[in-house]
């Protein structure tokens, strides 16, 4: 007698149905950017170099709120994303919260060309520091991103406070202000 799978025990249609429903639950919740909990056993790490070679080291930034975004060029949700990450960056200005974004480009040049257009179009106050995930000396403890964008929030110890992925949600953003001061 061949043994069934606890998923098709009473029939194959219900097993079918609920695998279904099953990988369609996991889907929606990749696909709307679900939260996951995240240790806070241990401080991620990031230093690498910005664009316009300043060192950056996510350790420097205790003290404030901290969003890390890994992203591509090659990513139309990333791109779409960018134009919020600029107007929340500028108008948390003066609190203690620090953006950055992780390109994740094969090709350093491709998120070089991205940042220079950047950097003529944008005003000041919405540039914050961006690194290049394979620049010689980039070290990050973040692993590899399921999806992109990946965004990190990072609680004023250091710790991580949450992760989201795909589209950033607006709970990202209240993630921020509660950790504020």
């Known amino acids: 007698m061949q043994k069934q799978s606890p998923m098709t025990a009473l029939t194959p249609e219900v097993g ?3 695998r279904s429903l099953l990988t369609a ?3 929606a919740a990749v696909a709307t950017g679900a939260q996951s ?10 230093v690498g170099r910005t664009f316009d070679g ?21 990513c139309a949700v ?14 948390w200005a003066g609190r203690p919260f620090e953006l950055v974004t992780v390109a994740t480009d094969e090709r350093r ?45 990072i ?5 991580l406070a949450a992760r989201f992925v795909g589209r950033i949600p607006a709970e990202a953003w209240d993630q921020v202000a509660e950790l504020m001061p």
Not at 37 to 46: D, K, N, T
Not at 155 to 159: K, L, Q, T
Request: charged share 30%; proline share 8%; with cysteine.
């Open 155 to 159: 609680d004023r110890e250091g710790r």
């Open 16 to 18: 079918r149905s609920r």
């Open 25 to 27: 639950l996991v889907f």
């Open 37 to 46: 909990a995240l240790p806070e056993s241990e401080a991620p790490q990031l």
């Open 78 to 91: 990333c791109r779409d994303k960018l134009p919020e990450l600029r107007a929340n960056y500028a108008g």
């Open 109 to 153: 040049q491709d998120a070089l060309d991205y940042d220079r257009l950047i950097a003529r179009i944008v005003p000041a106050a919405q540039r914050f520091p961006s690194l290049w995930r394979g620049e010689p000396g980039h070290r990050d403890g973040f692993g590899a991103a399921d999806q992109l964008p990946a965004a990190y929030v």
């Open 54 to 74: 300043r060192p950056f080291s996510l350790a420097e930034q205790r003290g404030k709120v901290v969003m890390v975004v890994f992203w591509s060029t090659g």
